[in-house]
C-alpha cells in the first residue's frame, strides 16, 4: 500500500497538521502518522502569547496576563492585556491532538523508528524499524539537534537552550497572576544571552528555568548550578523539591531552513522554520504554519508552505550579530526593548505582524550605531 500522505514525527509539528487535516475533507483519507516514541509523558511545555482563543484553550495549563522584567536598567511588571501569556503541558497536547485524531479522522498511527527518507520521481519511500513504507508525499518533522553541520558564512546558529524544575515550596513565594519573562539578575557572559525565567502557577508551585540563547549547549553539571543558583541566590527559596525537571533544546538559526521548493518531502515545525531566530518561539508559529498547510491542502490540493517575510529575518539576525560581536549586551538591548516600547508594539514585532512604522519606532529607540554595523556586516559576508 502507498499512503497519499505520511507525517514522520508526532511532536507539536506533527500532531498539529494531523489536527488541522482531521477537520477538513481529507479525515476520510488513510493517512499514516510514525514515530518512534509513543509521546505519553510529560517531555515538554510550551509557551506563547496570543489574543485570540486557542485552538487547545480547554488544555491550557495556566495563563497569566502580567510580566515581569528584570535587569540593572529595568524592573518592572506589565499588564499584557488584551494579550494572555499561555501554557500547555506536552502530556495534555499529545494526549488532546491524538484522541480528536483519532475520533474524527481515518487516520492510522503506527510506533517505529525512521532511519532514512529516500524520495523517487513518483514516490517517498520510508526505511524504518518496521520495514519500507510508500507515500506519496511526506511531511517530515523529525528535527533532532544536530552534532555536526555546515555553517555558513554570514550566517549565525544559535540554540536557545533550557533546564527547569517544578518546584513546590513550604513559604508563599511566588504571585500566581505574574510570570517573570526575562530576569537578566543571572551572572552573565558577553556574547550571549542568559536570563531566569519563571512560570507561577500558585503562590507556592512554579516552574523555575535558567536559560540562555548561545552558540554552544552547557554540560548537565553547568545547567543544573545555574539553576541552583538562580532559585536559591537569587529567587532566595528555600526549603523546596523538586517534583518534576525539563530540558530543551530549539535552534537559533538565521540562515532560511527551506531553500528550495519542496516536492515529495515537505518539512514541517522546525525543520521548516517555526523557530524563530532572535526568541526561539515556535509553538504559536507552527499552529499558523500547519493551519495554513492543511487548509491549502483540503482546498485546492495544493501543498504549500507560508511564505517568509524577508524584513523580520534581518532584524533577527541583525539582533544575533550585535549579541554575538558583543557591540551591545543582551541586557541592554531587551531592557531598551521593554523600557521604550508599549507591550502590544513588542509582540506585534515579535509576532512578525507589525507595520513599517512600528519598525521605525522600534529601530529607532536602539542605538544605531551598533545595529547598522550589523546589518552591513551581514550583507556583505552574505553578498561577497
Known amino acids: ?37 509513543l509521546k505519553n509523558q510529560n517531555d515538554r511545555t510550551w509557551c506563547f502569547w496570543q489574543k485570540e482563543i486557542s485552538p487547545f484553550e480547554e488544555i491550557i495549563f495556566h495563563k497569566w496576563q502580567k510580566i515581569g522584567f528584570f535587569s540593572r536598567f529595568l524592573e518592572k511588571t506589565f499588564d499584557i492585556l488584551p494579550y494572555s501569556y499561555k501554557m500547555i503541558r506536552g502530556i495534555d497536547f499529545y494526549k488532546f491532538t491524538q484522541d480528536f485524531i483519532r475520533k474524527n479522522s481515518h487516520f492510522e498511527f503506527l510506533q517505529a523508528e525512521v532511519y532514512q527518507i529516500e524520495e523517487t520521481p513518483e514516490e517517498v519511500i520510508l526505511h524504518t524499524s518496521k520495514g519500507e513504507i510508500r507515500a506519496k508525499y511526506v511531511f517530515n518533522g523529525l528535527w533532532q539537534v544536530p552534532q555536526n553541520f555546515e555553517r555558513k558564512k554570514g550566517y549565525f546558529y544559535w540554540f536557545q537552550h533550557f533546564k527547569g524544575w517544578f518546584l513546590q515550596t513550604q513559604k508563599i513565594y511566588f504571585q500566581a497572576d505574574t510570570m517573570t519573562y526575562m530576569d537578566f539578575r543571572v551572572p552573565q557572559k558577553p556574547h550571549e544571552v542568559r536570563f531566569g525565567y519563571v512560570l507561577p502557577f500558585a503562590e507556592n508551585q512554579a516552574l523555575v528555568e535558567f536559560t540562555l540563547f548561545s552558540k554552544h549547549l552547557l554540560t548537565e553539571t553547568e545547567y543544573l548550578q545555574a539553576l541552583k543558583n538562580y532559585t536559591e541566590n537569587i529567587l532566595g527559596i528555600s526549603n523546596y523539591t523538586i517534583q518534576e525537571s525539563e530540558f530543551g533544546v530549539i535552534p537559533m538559526f538565521d540562515e532560511p531552513f527551506v531553500q528550495k521548493k519542496p516536492h515529495r518531502i515537505i518539512p514541517i515545525g522546525t525543520l521548516a522554520g517555526a523557530a524563530k531566530a532572535s526568541t526561539g518561539f515556535a509553538f504559536d508559529r507552527i499552529q499558523r504554519q500547519t493551519h495554513f498547510l492543511a487548509q491549502n491542502l483540503a482546498q485546492n490540493g495544493k501543498i504549500v508552505l507560508p511564505k517568509e517575510k524577508i524584513k523580520y529575518r534581518w532584524y533577527d539576525s541583525a539582533l544575533l550579530n550585535v549579541i554575538e560581536r558583543n557591540r551591545l549586551s543582551s541586557e541592554q538591548v531587551f531592557s531598551i526593548l521593554f523600557q521604550k516600547h508599549p507591550i502590544k508594539r513588542i509582540f506585534r514585532f515579535l509576532d512578525e505582524e507589525s507595520n513599517w512604522w512600528e519598525d521605525i519606532q522600534i529601530m529607532n529607540a536602539m542605538p544605531w550605531k551598533p545595529f547598522l554595523q550589523a546589518i552591513y556586516e551581514n550583507w556583505k559576508n552574505r553578498v561577497f
Not at 15 to 27: D, G, I, R
Open 1 to 37: 500500500m502507498t499512503y497519499p500522505y505520511i507525517i514522520a514525527g508526532t511532536g507539536a509539528a506533527g500532531l498539529s497538521l494531523a489536527f488541522y487535516l482531521a477537520q477538513t475533507s481529507l479525515n476520510k483519507q488513510k493517512i499514516l502518522l510514525i514515530d518512534k516514541k
